[in-house]
Structures are given as structure tokens and as C-alpha cells.
């Protein structure tokens, strides 16, 4: 008893002490910034020489972004539409891409490797190389391949119309399909993630499972999909922080710009208005999963 609480202090020692750089730089390079965007988002700020001259203003710059600058309102909406359908999309995509590369074939860990390779990619310049011609060279090659689709194979539009698909139903298909290169770019970390989950369950489950004869669609909903549970949310909230943060969103790219103008207190009521709409949106998603899917699967 004595030994195993020495170990367990240790543990909880050394535990702070590998934890304690982590909590230096939050309170030294996040928390202030922090506190600081919050004052600045409620006062009109001024640059003097020698520092900034703050005064308070309350809520006006966030009636203005709300109810006097359409253009936020748009871009708002515009966030909120993407994060709202890609979400599920990278999901579905990152587990079935795991599956797929969970089983044994030859060549397996080469696939790994190569669907995370644009995770190494992204962290350095070339990502940045990639989507700097985003108005320019990279939107000519989507338009002239999406034009060798249309007229060479067959066109999503035509096969929308045809199946008679509602039209929201029909845009959301079509923005999926239009986006899906860049989609799978953002599955990396997601698979990995799916991975660990799917090689932790046992394999004796499986194997009881194919002795009462169940199907692999059997196995999937009733064992794989419940068993990943508690690493579907862990994936989702990773992916919606990631999709909130990404820097070729609207808002935040727009922000961005404003910043390097010297714009420090609009552009922190843009971000606080954004982060507090996103943060409502990932709360009630993560509400709803554990209120209805953890709840039946723990019952």
C-alpha cells in the first residue's frame, strides 16, 4: 500500500513538473493576449507614440459588425456553411480511409505514410506556396479540370438535376464534390487518431461476432462505430477546432489582413463575434453526440 502510494505521487509529480512548461506559456503568451483582445474589443484604441491610447466604447463595435457591416454578416454565414459540412465529410472520410488502411495488405504502411504526408506538408512553407495562387493558377486548373469532367465523363450538375435532389441537398453535394481534394488534404491527423481506436479493440469481438454470424455491416454498427466512441469526439472536436482556426477561412483571413493595417480593435470583436458563433455550433454538436449517441451506447 505504502509502495504504490510512492508511486503514485511520483507519477503525480513528475506529471506537474512535464506539465508545468505548457502552463508557463499559456499564462505568459495566451492568457495576456487574451485579456488584452477582450479589452480591445470593447474600446476604440489609437496608436500614439511611446504605446496606445484605449477608450472604452462598449458594445458599438459589435452592433456595427452585426447590424451596419453586411459584408461580416456574410462571411460569417459563409464560416459557419463550410464548418457546418465539412465536419461531417472529414469524419466519414478520415474512418473510412482508417478502415481501409487498417487491414493487412502489402504496401499498407507506405498508404499510411502517404495519407499523412500533407500534415508534414502544411506545418512548413509549401502549404503556404500551394494557396498563395488560390486566386490565380490554382483556380484556373479546378475550372479546366471540372471543364474535362463536364464535357469528357459526365457532370455533377447534370446527375443532380436528373435524380430530381432538393436544391439545398443538390448545393451541398456539389460543394462536397468540388472540395474534395482539399477535404482529404485535411483527414491526416483524423486517420492516425481512427487508427489507434481501431487497433485497441479486441479482436475477440470480431471473432464472436463472425461465430454468430454476423455480417462486416453488423460488425461496423455494433461493434467498430460504439467502440470508437470516445475517439469519434475526440476526432470531432479536433477537426472543429482545427476548421475554426484554419487560416483560409474568411473571417480569419480577413482578420489577418485588417491586423497587419494596425486595425487591433475591430478586427478582436471579429474574432470574438466568430469564435463565440463557432463555440455555440461545437458545443451543441458535442451536446447532441453525447446526449444521444454516448448515452445509448454506455445504456
Known sequence: MKKNRGIEHIKS???RLFVL????????????????????????????????????????????????????TGALKSDLVNFLYSVPIILFLSLVLAIVLNQKFRGRLFFRALYFLPVIIATGTVINLIYNTQDSDTQTFERVASEA????????DDIVKWLDINNNVGEYIINVIGRIFDLIWSCGIQIVLFLAGLQSIPSSLYEASRVEGATKWEEFWFITFPMLSQVTLLVGVFTMVELITNERGVIVSWTYKLMMGGDYDYTSAMMWLYFLANGLMMGLIVFLYNRILMKRWES
Open 13 to 15: 509529480k513528475y506529471g
Open 21 to 72: 512548461p505548457w502552463e508557463i506559456g499559456i499564462i505568459v503568451f495566451f492568457a495576456y493576449p487574451l485579456i488584452q483582445s477582450i479589452i480591445y474589443s470593447f474600446s476604440k484604441m489609437v496608436i500614439v507614440p511611446g504605446g496606445v491610447d484605449v477608450t472604452f466604447i462598449g458594445l458599438t463595435s459589435y452592433y456595427k459588425l452585426l447590424f451596419v457591416d453586411s459584408g461580416y
Open 149 to 156: 469532367f463536364s464535357s469528357n465523363m459526365l457532370s455533377v
